[in-house]
């Protein structure tokens, strides 16, 4: 009996150790490109054209890394120096695409980038890779995701994300554009980045460790062990 318990735990700090970050979206890596952008940006003097492009993933858990390639239009910047100047980001997750229709924000964080490299895969001197690193977010399985940057129109312009064709996490081209206060006047408040011109993924890339469910099933297998031979 004890021999059988120390082999279970043993397994079970085995999976502990196991629990080693997760890709939940990969859509920047690969060849193809695409420098045009989806608005996704939290506009504090138009708030009715606040937005997001949603990407769903595969998986779940406790997110630890974060990144998007992004690009600024209708921008009266000029150059890369003046991109970031310490801008946040509204990094939020949901539960549905239903969800990111009804709540733009959802579960949110707003964070400043870890990391900022000017134009990651030449599309442009106004385009960035934004990377934010300890995240500490929760993700739900099978869930959708967005980043939004933070600013004004007046100011900043748009803030986009950058279209991409390839990569892997969550079903195949099917990010959306979502808006729920109606600013853009699409039909149900979103639509498809294919509908509007952009390549139909988003360029995001998505880290986490992953639920720990299997251990939860093996820690539930080994309590109904021990009960078992504690019977008389």
Same mark, same amino acid.
């Given at each position: ?10 397994? !079970?700090?085995?999976? $502990? ?18 420098g045009v952008s989806a608005?996704?940006? $939290? ?10 492009? $949603? ?16 690009? !600024? ?23 549905? !695409? ?53 600013g004004t129109f007046s ?22 554009? $979502? ?45 109904? !062990? ?7």
């Open positions: 009996m004890k021999h059988m318990i120390g082999v279970a735990l043993g397994c !079970l700090s085995l999976g $502990v150790a196991a629990q080693a970050q997760n890709v939940l979206i990969d859509h920047l890596n690969g060849t193809q490109k695409d608005a996704s940006q $939290v506009f504090g003097d138009i708030p009715t054209y606040s937005c997001s492009v $949603v990407d769903d993933y595969t998986g779940g858990g406790l997110i630890t890394t974060a990144a998007a390639d992004m690009g !600024l239009f209708n921008s009266p910047y000029s150059s890369f120096a003046q991109w970031d100047a310490g801008r946040f980001y509204r990094l939020a997750v949901y539960s549905s !695409l239903a969800n990111a229709i009804n709540d733009v924000a959802a579960a949110s964080t707003t964070l400043m980038s870890s990391s900022i490299v000017q134009d990651p895969q030449g599309f442009g001197p106004l385009t960035a890779r934004v990377t934010f690193n300890n995240v500490n977010m929760f993700a739900p399985v099978n869930g959708w995701f967005g980043i939004q940057g933070i100011a900043d312009g748009q803030i986009g994300i950058l279209g991409s064709s390839y990569g892997s996490g969550g079903a195949a081209n099917n990010a959306e554009l $979502v808006n729920p206060a109606g600013g853009f006047g699409l039909p149900g408040n979103h639509v498809p980045l294919s509908q509007i011109g952009v390549m139909p993924n988003a360029k995001y890339y998505l880290e986490a460790v992953p639920e720990p469910a299997s251990l939860v099933a093996l820690g539930a297998g080994l309590a109904a !062990l021990v009960a078992r031979r504690r019977r008389p």
